[in-house]
């Protein structure tokens, strides 16, 4: 029987996310010793963004810290990066290095070439080519990616949308890109209603009040000014609304200037971090998303598994989880009176947020739970690395020819 394959995962920080999420659930799941060995490299998360340190260590994963992988862009740092890796890979011999998010997909794919690793694939949760940067620095990066995709064997992304989008950037050719959706613990969500009344009772919100929320980090991208903007527009017709928001991050002061300016300060709550989702989505009425851009919305995701019927920007990834008038409703991105429409409209017609949340729930799961997910992943390692000529473990063969190409 041959070894097992030796997997080395890198992502640039374990910040709250999904990304975090994924690479937490595929280290431990493919970790049987049997097949796969998994070992996770993560940069250091900034004190602002919250981490998923206590997540992994719930599930049994240790990840092995390059600090220097999760700051700034920085040549200095990078190089310190690059050189820890390339220690790393030699170290371990890892059959495969898989990569997550843009820091430790240039540090991790370059270090993996240059230690000649067989099997080097890149998952884009998102990408940050239109909404984060200058022109010209987003030039910069293409030339980057285009570059590093040339050294990449597989690139993953979280959907046939993004697939497209990342198609036209022209940073890998179309036979490279294997969409494989995002996989979450989605089976707590299930039973969500049972969790009813918890938050409201903790905020003093009663049952019959209308509360709106929007899980998400307070950065530039979400575009949170435009659902306090759309906030401001929903109490004027709805005056007893309140808004809740989950999550944290560097806009916050910002953030908090702004409700004061709009004059919605009373119905608006800054609740941080929160570990009790399935109780935060379980009283809220509708699960807001205003980004400008996404890869795979978690937060949709996990409202949907959890019966929420939502209200998104219609960007990125967005529309293959909120089929438009079927799983939730959703607008043109930075558009603050379409946003308060759809809000309006849902909380108005009980039917029709009956109706998306239980056709969201059914869409949502199994479809992006975890159990897919390492599914995915599994045959398209076993499957690359057997066109290269890996003699693969007998359990792992056998899967592998299940897998597809």
């Known amino acids: ?24 659930l595929l280290t431990t799941a493919l970790d049987d010793g049997a097949v796969f060995t998994s070992t996770l490299v993560a940069g250091a998360t900034a004190p602002h963004e919250g981490d998923m340190l206590d997540f992994a260590r719930a599930h049994d994963v240790e990840p092995l810290l390059v ?27 890892p059959d495969v290095v898989h990569t997550h998010m843009a820091k430790a997909g240039t540090v991790g794919r370059l270090a993996a070439h240059v230690c000649g690793v067989p099997l080097i694939v890149h998952t884009y949760h998102g990408h940050v080519f239109h909404g984060y940067f200058s022109p010209t620095k987003t030039r910069v990066f293409l030339g980057i990616e285009r570059a590093l995709g040339l050294a990449t064997d597989r690139i993953v992304v979280v959907g046939d949308g993004q697939r497209d989008e990342i198609a036209s950037y022209g940073v890998a050719p179309s036979h490279k890109l294997e969409p494989i959706r995002l996989g979450l613990e989605l089976g707590q969500f299930l039973h969500a209603e049972d969790a009813r009344g918890a938050l409201r009772r903790e905020l003093g919100i009663q049952s019959t009040t209308p509360l709106i929320g929007i899980v998400a980090r307070l950065v530039p991208i979400k575009a949170h000014e435009v659902f306090f903007q759309a ?12 808004f809740i928001v989950v999550g944290d991050g560097e806009r916050r002061a910002e953030l908090e200037r702004l409700v004061d300016r709009l004059g919605i300060r009373h119905a608006v709550m800054f609740l941080g971090w929160r570990r009790d989702m399935v109780s935060v989505y379980a009283d809220l009425d509708v699960v807001a998303l205003t980004s400008l851009n996404e890869g795979s919305p978690v937060a949709l995701i996990e409202a949907l598994a959890a019966a929420r019927p939502v209200v998104s920007s219609r960007v990125g990834g967005v529309p293959e989880v909120v089929v438009e008038g079927v799983t939730g409703l959703t607008v043109p991105p930075a558009n603050p009176t379409a946003t308060a429409d759809g809000l309006l409209r849902v909380l108005r017609d009980r039917d029709l947020a009956a109706s998306l949340a239980a056709a969201g729930r059914r869409h949502v799961y199994p479809r992006y739970d975890s159990s897919r997910l390492v599914d995915d992943v599994k045959h398209l390692y076993l499957r690359e690395l057997a066109v290269r000529g890996r003699v693969l473990p007998s359990v792992g063969a056998a899967v592998s020819m299940q897998g597809g190409g």
């Open 67 to 93: 600090p220097a992988l999760g700051r700034e862009i920085s040549p200095a740092d990078d190089l310190v990066s690059l050189a820890r890796m390339v220690q790393i890979i030699r170290g371990l011999k």
């Open 231 to 242: 906030a401001s527009r929903v109490l004027q017709d709805e005056p007893e609304a309140r």
């Open 1 to 24: 029987m041959s070894e097992p394959v030796r997997l080395l995962r890198v992502i640039t920080r374990l910040n709250i996310g999904g990304p975090a999420i994924h690479a937490v």
